[in-house]
């Protein structure tokens, strides 16, 4: 997915700024790599600045942070979420490639850099140290191939998130990479034990999957498919969700799809408030 750029600032009038967010070169902060992070606060944050809050992290933020920002602030007003810590992640410097950056990042790491690897043992730990975040409440989600992204984390990573949103993902794409990510975590999990006693393996993650009703046939199929391959694997502690939005193309699906996966990634938070 290529987005065109953004128009140039009016000469007169100053750009609009989003409270509470803010940008962190984390290359000037002396961290390898050409990464930033935008970062959205709490409403409470002032008030209580130590309280612990859950971090959602969001590819491509340079595309869909305003938006993700948006969505957060309508259902924490409904109260059908908590407060989180919103991390979009973004590139540094003054007019970074983004689409080459990302297409680079995102696809395998037997493919190209892993990012996976950055994000693990570079961003994270800068977030948890600076931001009243709770470790144990991660969650990543993107759409398209960073969506694809942050569901196959689940499986080579585990642990690292609690759970992912996934939007217009082809889970086909890079020769069907993540039906082997997740083979590999469900024979390592899969004990012959468990095998034995029917006891299915665990994978205790939320997840929420989405494609528009109009997207590209191979599209529609793929993501139909790996659903049903989840389905069909049982696992224990894994709650999964998907649909079909409809009417919707292909980015179309992020509006509505983002609404409805930050429901059901934070249904237990909002059950025990």
């Known amino acids: 997915m290529t987005l065109p750029p953004p128009r140039v600032d009016h000469p007169t009038y100053p750009n609009v700024q989003i409270i509470g967010t803010h940008i962190v070169d984390l290359y000037a902060m002396g961290i390898e790599g050409n990464d930033s992070i935008i970062v959205s606060l709490p409403w409470s944050y002032d008030d209580d600045p130590y309280k612990k809050h859950p971090v959602v992290y ?6 869909d942070f305003e938006l993700v920002w948006s969505i957060y602030n ?4 409904d109260e059908v979420v908590p407060e989180y810590i919103l991390v979009g992640l973004s590139y540094s410097g003054s007019d970074p490639d983004v689409d080459a950056l990302r297409k680079a990042d995102l696809k395998p790491s037997s ?10 043992r570079d961003i994270i730990p800068f977030v948890e ?27 080579s990573e585990p642990g ?4 992912a949103i996934a939007l217009s993902l082809n889970p086909n794409e890079y020769d069907r990479w993540i039906y082997d990510s997740e083979k590999r975590y469900c024979q390592k999990y899969q004990s012959l034990k468990k095998t034995l006693l029917n006891q299915k393996a665990a994978l205790p993650a939320r997840v929420f999957m989405a494609v528009g009703e109009k997207d590209q046939p191979d599209i529609m199929n793929s993501a ?3 659903d049903a391959h989840l389905s069909n694997r049982n696992y ?5 969700k ?15 799809g983002m609404n409805r996966g930050l429901r059901h990634m934070f249904a237990p938070y909002v059950e025990n408030q």
Do not use: N
């Open 58 to 63: 969001l590819c491509d933020a340079f595309w």
């Open 74 to 77: 309508e259902l924490r007003f």
């Open 111 to 120: 493919q190209g850099s892993d990012y996976l690897m950055r994000l693990q």
């Open 129 to 155: 140290s600076q931001y009243p975040a709770d470790p144990s409440a991660r969650f990543i989600a993107g759409i398209s191939i960073g969506g694809l992204f942050g569901l196959e984390s689940l499986f």
């Open 160 to 163: 690292l998130f609690q759970g």
């Open 224 to 226: 139909k498919a790996f």
């Open 236 to 240: 224990r502690f894994f709650d999964k």
């Open 242 to 256: 998907f649909r079909i939005i409809e009417g919707e193309k292909h980015g179309g699906v992020f509006a509505e």
